[in-house]
């Protein structure tokens, strides 16, 4: 395999190579990626149309000028793969492909245009699918492109791709955890695997490193087997492109099947994928509503409605502020919801879109007694087992979250959170007048004139009845300013320290 070793920006003669590597790593793993493939359907073809996806991207790559920058070979990169994308897979890579393309403007690409291009894609993916699922290939992009964009302030190429690429190997490694079906058949996800291998091609590019011992493959222990591809007769997946009004075409499709996917070339033109048990209606409606070319329609195997509402097994909600903390649960597993008038429907809309039949709810103190009444009601109404956790702080959602374990039956499993939850001992940080007060379960634990010793002395005393993790929620610039390893240093236990808007309170903190 041809490599960039020792570059730091990346020209248009330098990406080309990058996709060619690319394109042969995915057809080298297709199998081994086709293997993992059990969601939204299990067809055994996400390895193939990724592989065929980038093959595309590549051919209509090479018909651009060999002295042209990386704009140009990105743009013809972006325009190949969208044309040529099979699968929902093949058009979530396409818009990947459309963020490196925005990204390369100026003519090549350095670390912090990478992050960019990772940024603009998990912009594009969200908008191209009509309800993103976490788990999924989109959940290693989201990763991904947080972790580049940390580290792009170095401004070296090889370091944001290796951020980059480690936190998508993490990301990967835990999609078992946040949907049931890969729980269920001991994989990780199909679509972020080829992701994955494809962030390491480019670092093993850039940076002349060989990740060809990396495994890609199953979860250990996994006996999982397919059939022999698409199969028996059920719902249909359609592609197609479209010129016309897409932002009109889009909701009336939405209602016609699942897995809709609008990957744009530009505002009026794009490609359509969608799973559907009549492709007859959706066709009609898009020939009455502009141009279509390229139509493709092929068999998925055991897709009935019964097969799709059944296959999502366990949801975990948890109700927390907007902001930093959203992303922190949803890094972790869960779906967040805003606390407020339209909490109750907002989560019943989370559980109905994901098909859930099992819902874990963390509270996490920001619900009052008579919307927990109505939350417990709606599993009576829509006939589904929902379990509310008593997690009174947020701070405590946290560690009930951290020791949720996928493989034990729902009863256990709750009942090992809301011991995790109920052993950590608890602090709020409030800030007044007369200085920093730290308020514990039985009055006033802490005060000092600043928020360090108020910290220290708090969790000095919580730790008198033993403990060796201590979780801080901290207004942002509060958690920024907080010397973690000093804290470790003196208290002889693990401090972990997550910036938390709209706490209501200066901090939590807790110890367990």
Not at 191 to 207: K, R, Y
Not at 227 to 234: E, I, N, V
Not at 399 to 422: F, I, K, N, T, W
Request: hydrophobic share 45%.
């Amino acid at each position: 395999m041809t490599t960039l070793s020792g570059v730091s920006v990346l020209d248009g003669a330098r990406l080309l190579v990058w996709a060619r590597s690319g394109a042969e790593a995915l057809e080298e793993h297709r199998e081994d990626i086709n293997s993992l493939n059990v969601f939204p359907v299990p067809d055994s073809d996400t390895g193939s149309n990724m592989a065929y996806t980038m093959a595309a991207a590549v051919r209509e790559a090479e018909n651009v000028d060999p002295s042209a920058g990386a704009d140009a070979v990105a743009e013809a990169l972006a325009f190949g793969s969208i044309k040529g994308a099979r699968g929902n897979s093949g058009i979530v890579l396409s818009q990947v492909l459309r963020g490196v393309a925005q990204a390369a403007l100026d003519g090549e690409l350095d670390g912090s245009s990478v992050a960019d291009a990772l940024t603009n894609a998990v912009t594009f993916v969200e908008r191209a699918i009509n309800s993103p699922v976490e788990g999924t290939i989109i959940t290693v992009l989201r990763e991904a492109a947080n972790a580049a964009r940390a580290a792009a302030g170095t401004g070296e190429l090889a370091d944001v791709t290796a951020a980059a690429l480690g936190a998508a190997e993490e990301a990967l490694e835990r999609t078992p955890s946040q949907l049931a079906e890969l729980r269920e058949a001991g994989v990780v996800d199909a679509g972020g695997t080829g992701l994955v291998l494809l962030l390491q091609v480019l670092h093993d590019s850039v940076s002349g490193e060989s990740g060809d011992d990396r495994p890609v493959g199953s979860a250990a222990g996994s006996d999982h087997e397919h059939g022999d591809g698409h199969g028996a007769p059920g719902w249909l997946e359609v592609l197609f492109m479209f010129s016309g009004p897409l932002d009109d075409l889009e909701p009336v499709l939405s209602g016609m099947g699942r897995s809709l996917v609008v990957a744009r070339v530009t505002d009026t033109r794009g490609k359509v994928h969608i799973h559907t048990p009549e492709a007859g209606p959706v066709i009609e409606k898009a020939f009455a509503m502009g141009e279509v070319t390229e139509l493709r329609l092929e068999v998925l195997p055991d897709a009935s409605p019964l097969h799709e509402a059944r296959r999502v097994g366990r949801l975990i909600v948890a109700v927390t502020p907007a902001g930093s903390l959203m992303d922190l649960y949803t890094q972790a597993g869960a779906v967040a919801v805003v606390p407020g008038p339209g909490v109750v429907e907002d989560l019943r809309r989370e559980i109905v879109a994901s098909g859930a039949h099992e819902v874990l709810v963390l509270p996490n103190g920001q619900l009052d007694s008579e919307t927990l009444d109505a939350v417990e009601a709606v599993s009576e109404t829509d006939d589904m087992e929902i379990v509310l956790l008593p997690t009174v702080r947020l701070v405590n959602g946290i560690a009930a979250l951290a020791v949720h374990d996928p493989r034990l039956p729902l009863d256990q499993a709750a009942a090992l959170m809301q011991e995790a939850a109920q052993e950590m001992d608890v602090a709020d940080i409030q800030a007044t007048d007369d200085g920093i007060y730290v308020l514990g379960a039985d009055g006033a634990i802490a005060q000092a004139d600043d928020l360090a010793s108020a910290i220290e002395q708090a969790c000095t005393a919580l730790l008198a009845d033993g403990g060796e993790l201590i979780t801080l929620l901290l207004a942002p610039d509060d958690a920024t300013a907080v010397d973690s390893d000093a804290l470790e240093e003196k208290l002889g236990a693990e401090v972990l320290v997550y910036p938390a808007d709209g706490l209501g309170t200066r901090g939590h903190i807790g110890v367990e």
